[in-house]
């Protein structure tokens, strides 16, 4: 029996050998000590025995039987040698009581090379182990900014409190994404238990990912396992068997190709084509004359609009669609989604008819994506920025563009007097409005300084109250205002705040939702929506300005002067006209650094969103995530910089 098993393996070595030549690589195993300098590698650290994946065993340390396996370990010397009977008798000893001295390794980069075994090696991975004992000596590569580096020493830092090695990820970050999405705090350390836990479900995982296809995508098992596991959660995905887990990957596999591409987002900067939008108007009118049934359309509220200017300008927008479209399309709203279950909300506003349905806040983003992969039949939309989900898009407006030109203003009216800021949220794009401000502010008063606090660390009257401590009564505050939070020290867009009267309002930004409203749903009528998603296999993000219309600053005829109201309809027009843009060349962070694109002189969008830096003449921090309120820790969870989220594991890095 033992003889047939080597026949076999040697027909797999020659066939994986002839493979390699014909594919012009390597044909035998890789060699540590050719790879690297031998002083890294005596400088390793012992890290015990342990098991070790046995898929991620893929080379020997020195050459010397090298040549003697290809490159899947399978044994290149023929049957009736030395070297094929000792390798029969180890096939003999695992098939009777298994192989049980483990081999010594040397680990660098989460893979593994031979120093004594590797005929166990061979043995084992004929049979298909999933994992061989080891003795392992890891081997830390030099430590530079190349993305593989960086992953690895996150993948090092994840296993000192969880000793896991099987699952790797291919994206920067995910290692303390999945700490966090198994319900972790970061570098609390893992049981023996939730260990065992994670590497069932991975296994399980794997085996309905490959039969799926997963091993034609370049993404990695662990890219694919966190992707589902931000849908349906990490519970949900232990609880399930063999089938269950088969149909429920068969159901998010969109989700899991989106995986493999480095930029998995493509951004919508404009609404469909106007000779587009004048179909559609065409097909509501053809609509209306054959009766068609009015197009259902829900929005979902994380307050009311008593409670939340926010909720309140969405409210506008839908009430916009109301008069623009009449009785072909039919609305409706739903309260205080965040206070109940969204995602029963949402099965509630489908249940009722609704085949369009926005969710006008990042909280809602998680429950959006679960029902959507369920009912695919149903569009779903999701007011946030920079996330990657092919089953729902994502809209938010370039609200950069309008703090830039208020920091224009403000810089205008500031004479010697520095100002201030106030933000909300450290999420995706709320570093560009804060930079944009203070690139406006710089515009036309160099020597100014902007004080930035924040309205979640205390709330909006203290924030106000810090920088008029300061001195400061130019402030620039919250886009539109928090009605739970109006008081006489509560700023509202860009003030003059003055202790008798309040505030006197200067300029303030404005979101019309209305208009994107109308825009996407124009999209949907004439079947542009469709289409876009039919031409990429990317994620959709709809991410709309100035020019269309989907944000606009108000101005004080009053309480500006002349030649300052002049500057803003200069730099207006100048915006939407694509002739000014905010983070032109030269840029400097707060320490000095300078902020570089990589095409030509403005920043790409990707680095825009993506901000995680304060300009220059900005006096202040980001705060760290354990300093924010319980609602914003909410939405940071979802749509917040990584900086944020992983600010404790960055600190022990």
């Known amino acids: 029996m033992a003889e047939q098993y080597y026949k076999d393996a040697l027909q797999l070595a020659k066939k994986e050998y002839r493979a390699c030549i014909a594919r012009g690589k390597h044909p035998y195993l890789p060699v540590l000590d050719e790879m690297i300098p031998e002083q890294r590698i005596t400088m390793g650290v012992d890290l015990g025995t342990i098991q070790i994946p046995a898929e991620y065993v893929v080379g ?36 009777k009581e298994g192989i049980r001295d483990p081999i010594k390794v040397y680990e660098y980069m989460n893979r593994y090379y031979v120093q004594e075994g590797n005929k166990r090696v061979s043995v084992l991975k004929f049979f298909n182990a999933v994992e061989i004992r080891a003795q392992v ?16 020493y996150e993948f090092a830092a994840f296993y000192k409190y969880s000793k896991i090695n099987f699952i790797e990820f291919s994206k920067l970050g995910s290692y303390a994404e999945l700490q966090r999405l198994v319900g972790k705090a970061p570098e609390e350390p893992w049981t023996d238990e ?38 349906y959660g990490y519970h949900t995905l232990r609880r399930m068997n063999a089938n269950e887990m088969k149909k429920s990957v068969g159901k998010v596999w969109e989700e899991m190709i989106l995986q493999q591409e480095e930029r998995p987002i493509d951004l919508k900067l404009a609404p469909t084509d106007p000779k587009d939008a004048k179909k559609a108007t065409t097909k509501v009118i053809l609509d209306k004359l054959v009766g068609a049934k009015p197009l259902k359309v829900a929005f979902l509220y994380d307050k009311t609009p008593q409670t939340s200017g926010w909720t309140a300008a969405h409210e506008m927008g839908r009430n916009h669609v109301d008069r623009v479209f009449g009785s072909q399309i039919e609305t409706v709203s739903y309260n ?14 489908i ?24 009912h695919q039949d149903v569009t779903i939309l999701n007011c946030s920025l920079n996330k990657s989900h092919r089953y729902i898009r994502t809209y938010y407006a370039r609200m950069y563009e309008a703090k830039f030109i208020i920091g224009a203003i403000a810089g205008a009216m500031a004479g010697d007097c520095d100002v201030g800021y106030i933000a909300d949220y450290p999420i995706f794009g709320m570093l560009a409005s804060i930079n944009a ?37 130019l402030i620039s505050s919250q886009d539109m205002a928090r009605l739970e939070e109006q008081t006489k020290q509560t700023t509202f867009g ?17 979101w019309h939702w209305g208009i994107y409203y109308e825009g996407i749903l124009r999209s949907i009528l004439n079947k542009t929506f469709q289409s876009e998603e039919e031409s990429t296999d990317k994620a959709l993000n709809y991410y709309w300005g100035m020019s269309a219309g989907v944000v606009d600053i108000l101005t004080s005829q009053k309480n500006l002067p002349t030649g300052v109201q002049r ?7 100048s915006v939407c006209a694509g002739l000014c843009h905010p983070f032109s060349q030269p840029l400097l962070t707060q320490d000095g650094i300078p902020v570089h694109s990589d095409k030509g002189a403005l920043l790409s969008l990707d680095q825009i969103i993506n901000m995680d830096w304060l300009t220059e003449n900005v006096v202040g921090t980001i705060p760290t995530y354990e300093e924010l309120d319980t609602k914003a820790k909410v939405t940071t969870d979802v749509v917040g910089i990584e900086r944020v989220k992983n600010e404790k594991k960055e600190k022990s890095e």
């Open 567 to 573: 500057l803003a309809d200069i730099l207006k027009a």
């Open 336 to 349: 205080d989604v965040m206070a109940k279950d969204p995602e029963k909300v949402l099965i509630q506003a």
């Open 494 to 510: 860009l003030s003059l705040v003055n202790e008798e009267e309040g505030q006197v309002n200067l300029a303030m930004p404005v």
């Open 351 to 374: 249940e009722e008819g609704a085949k369009v349905i926005f969710t006008t806040s990042p909280p809602m983003l998680p429950a959006s994506l679960r029902v959507a992969v369920d």
């Open 194 to 231: 939730e260990r065992s836990a994670l590497k069932t479900t991975y296994f399980y995982f794997r085996q309905a990912y490959n039969a799926k296809g997963g091993k034609r995508l370049r993404s990695t098992v662990g890219d694919a396992m966190l992707a589902y596991i931000k849908v």
């Open 60 to 95: 020997t340390l020195t050459a010397g039987r090298t040549s003697a396996f290809a490159r899947n370990f399978m044994p290149l010397m023929e049957a009736k040698t030395e070297f094929a009977s000792k390798w029969e008798r180890l096939c003999q000893a695992h098939l």
């Open 137 to 152: 000596i890891r081997v830390m590569p030099e430590k530079n900014d190349s993305k593989e580096s960086k992953i690895y």
């Open 437 to 473: 401000f203070a690139r406006g502010v710089e515009m036309v008063n160099p020597t100014a300084k902007v004080y930035l606090e924040w309205s979640t660390i205390g709330g909006t009257a203290a924030a106000t109250k810090r920088l008029t401590d300061r001195g400061i009564v």
